[in-house]
């Protein structure tokens, strides 16, 4: 098998914005006073704004972690979660078609700001009459730091190796802490592999659910299993050999037969097939388990 780092990159994407949101202590002790409460008990947030141009941004941060980066059953993103600290995992088959996804969204995110920025005095302005006596000046930055207040970054860095341990220490620690980084790389291979299995379960199963239901599913019911057949190679950075034959199970069902929302549809007998074989596939994974051959 392929070293990771010659299968993929990590990634991390810094999103931040003014949330619009301010607490206020004074409103809260107001509060707390008037109902005779502890005034530790209670939080008072005051919503600064309604701006459109805002929501938007808001909006858009969402789409590119559920269509950019999170890659599970619910989602259309191409990495898988790293670390707890914010770090995913990208392949690198997928490297191009992240960046074109995620350079639309950012294009508009950036339209999105300088909207934002055109219509802050006037912004103010409609807090000033909104809020009334709760309104504070010294909630609203100057309009050259909102600006630095909405950053979109993306940082790329290689998966470090486990063999490129550089330290002056004895052979036997060295081979030690190779062993210990290598141990938890493989620890987070299972992780990602596991996930990926479920990102096939999951689809699979909603798209089986759906159909022996007889509800009628929506169009993207159906794309993910045919996005599911372009991106999962790409995903089972393990080579893991039951995903590769669930992948094929998958191309020869839904990919190769050149199925449509439409078709499952009007055609009952062939919806009721593919359920089938969606299952068939997904008890396949949870009886052969074990991630790593």
Same mark, same amino acid.
């Given at each position: 098998?392929?070293?990771?780092?010659?299968?993929?990159?990590?990634?991390?994407?810094?999103?931040?914005?003014?949330?619009?949101? !301010?607490?206020?202590?004074?409103? *809260?002790?107001?509060?707390?006073?008037?109902?005779?409460?502890?005034?530790? *008990?209670? $939080?008072?947030?005051?919503?600064?704004?309604?701006?459109?141009?805002?929501?938007? &941004?808001? =909006?858009?941060?969402?789409?590119? +972690?559920?269509? @950019? &980066?999170?890659?599970?059953?619910?989602?259309?993103?191409? @990495?898988?979660?790293?670390?707890?600290?914010?770090?995913?995992?990208?392949?690198?088959?997928?490297?191009?078609?992240?960046? =074109? +996804?995620?350079?639309?969204?950012?294009?508009? *995110?950036?339209?999105?700001?300088?909207?934002?920025?055109?219509?802050?005095?006037?912004? &103010?302005?409609?807090?000033?009459?909104?809020?009334?006596?709760?309104?504070?000046?010294?909630?609203?930055?100057? =309009?050259?730091?909102?600006?630095?207040?909405?950053?979109?970054?993306?940082?790329? !860095?290689?998966?470090?190796?486990?063999?490129?341990?550089?330290?002056?220490?004895?052979?036997?620690?060295?081979?030690?802490?190779?062993?210990?980084?290598?141990?938890?790389?493989?620890?987070?291979?299972?992780?990602?592999?596991?996930?990926?299995?479920?990102?096939?379960?999951?689809?699979?199963?909603?798209?089986?659910?759906?159909?022996?239901?007889?509800?009628?599913?929506?169009?993207?019911?159906?794309?993910?299993?045919?996005?599911? @057949?372009?991106?999962?190679?790409?995903?089972?950075?393990?080579?893991?050999?039951?995903? $590769?034959?669930?992948?094929?199970? @998958?191309?020869?069902?839904?990919?190769?037969?050149?199925?449509?929302?439409?078709?499952?549809?009007?055609?009952?007998?062939?919806?009721?097939?593919?359920?089938?074989?969606?299952?068939? &596939?997904?008890?396949?994974?949870?009886?052969?388990?074990?991630?790593?051959?």
């Amino acid at each position: 098998m392929a070293l990771l780092q010659d299968k993929a990159l990590l990634i991390e994407v810094n999103l931040k914005k003014w949330s619009g949101v !301010k607490s206020d202590k004074t409103l *809260r002790n107001e509060l707390a006073t008037n109902h005779s409460v502890d005034e530790t *008990r209670l $939080t008072v947030n005051k919503k600064l704004t309604n701006s459109e141009s805002l929501k938007a &941004i808001k =909006k858009i941060d969402g789409l590119i +972690r559920t269509d @950019c &980066i999170y890659s599970g059953a619910g989602y259309s993103g191409f @990495c898988l979660a790293w670390d707890n600290q914010g770090t995913y995992l990208l392949p690198i088959e997928l490297k191009d078609r992240f960046e =074109k +996804r995620i350079q639309s969204y950012q294009n508009d *995110r950036e339209k999105a700001v300088k909207q934002f920025i055109k219509e802050y005095d006037s912004m &103010i302005a409609g807090a000033k009459r909104d809020l009334g006596t709760a309104f504070n000046p010294e909630d609203f930055p100057s =309009k050259d730091e909102m600006e630095g207040l909405f950053q979109f970054d993306i940082i790329k !860095k290689p998966i470090p190796s486990n063999d490129d341990i550089r330290i002056n220490l004895p052979a036997d620690e060295i081979a030690e802490l190779k062993a210990n980084a290598k141990a938890s790389e493989d620890a987070k291979i299972q992780q990602i592999t596991g996930a990926v299995v479920d990102k096939v379960k999951g689809v699979l199963t909603h798209f089986a659910d759906k159909v022996d239901a007889g509800e009628t599913f929506r169009d993207k019911t159906v794309d993910k299993l045919v996005e599911l @057949c372009n991106v999962l190679p790409a995903l089972n950075v393990s080579g893991d050999s039951q995903i $590769t034959a669930a992948h094929q199970k @998958c191309m020869d069902s839904f990919y190769g037969k050149n199925i449509t929302a439409n078709k499952v549809r009007d055609d009952k007998d062939l919806a009721k097939e593919l359920s089938n074989t969606a299952k068939d &596939i997904v008890s396949d994974l949870d009886t052969k388990g074990g991630y790593f051959d």
